[in-house]
Every structure is written in C-alpha cells, then in structure tokens.
C-alpha cells in the first residue's frame, strides 16, 4: 500500500540543526507536488515548505524564510527537510505530504493526498 514515512526527527537545543527526511513506498512521487506542515501542541497545522513536481520552485512559509530547504531526490523516492538555526516555537509533530491536487496553493493541506504519521521535532531553550 501507498506510504510515506519521516524519519530524522529528535530534541536539539536552540540554534541546532536537524535534517528530516520522507520516504515513500508503494508508489511513485516524481509526478507529484511535495511539501511539509507542522502543529504544535493545541495549535492548527500549518505549513512549512513545499515543492513543486519537477523541482523548480520551492516555497517556504514567511516564519521559516532563510532557515528551511526542502528538497527532493526521486531516483531514491524520498524528499527532505533541513532545518537550521532552530528555535523553541519550532517544537512540533513535523507532518510530509505528496499529491497531485490543482487549484490550491501549495502551502494548503488540500492540495495533498497522501500523509505521512509524523515526526517529532522539539527545540530546547
């Protein structure tokens, strides 16, 4: 069956780095728009990048601007994300996503499809 799968997630003190990965199995994701959403403990998903089908653009929400790169490699069917100069507020379940959705931005979580469980992400102070 179709899944995808983070891995990379732990604790890190401020100003760490962490580098996230997603693989996926069952299925292909060289046709489809990537990206990664987050949410806090009592807070509401929110999007972090995303990455559009043949790589050439990328978008970063305006909190993570400067901070985040996401990438993709489809020869190994799995995407990521590096995250550097972390802070406290970053502390969430960090969520990858795949599909191939049109007429939503690709910062929305409708434009996906598929879901990953989630990886831990917490930032200490």
């Known amino acids: 069956q179709a899944q995808l799968a983070e891995s990379g997630g732990g604790s890190v003190e401020a100003g760490g780095s962490l580098r996230l990965s997603c693989a996926a199995s069952?299925?292909?994701?060289?046709?489809?728009?990537l990206a990664w959403f987050r949410q806090a403990p009592g807070k509401e998903r929110e999007a972090v990048a995303a990455?559009?089908?043949?790589?050439?653009?990328?978008y970063v929400s305006i909190y993570l601007q400067g901070r985040v790169t996401i990438s993709r490699d489809n020869a190994a069917n799995t995407f990521y994300l590096q995250m550097n100069h972390l802070r406290p507020v970053d502390t969430g379940m960090y969520y990858c996503?795949?599909?191939?959705?049109?007429?939503?931005?690709?910062?929305?979580?409708?434009?996906?499809?598929?879901w990953g469980q989630g990886t831990q992400v917490t930032v200490s102070s």
């Open positions: 069952g299925f292909s994701l060289s046709d489809l728009h």
């Open positions: 996503a795949a599909g191939i959705g049109r007429g939503e931005s690709y910062l929305s979580p409708l434009k996906y499809n598929h």
């Open positions: 990455i559009i089908r043949d790589g050439s653009t990328t």
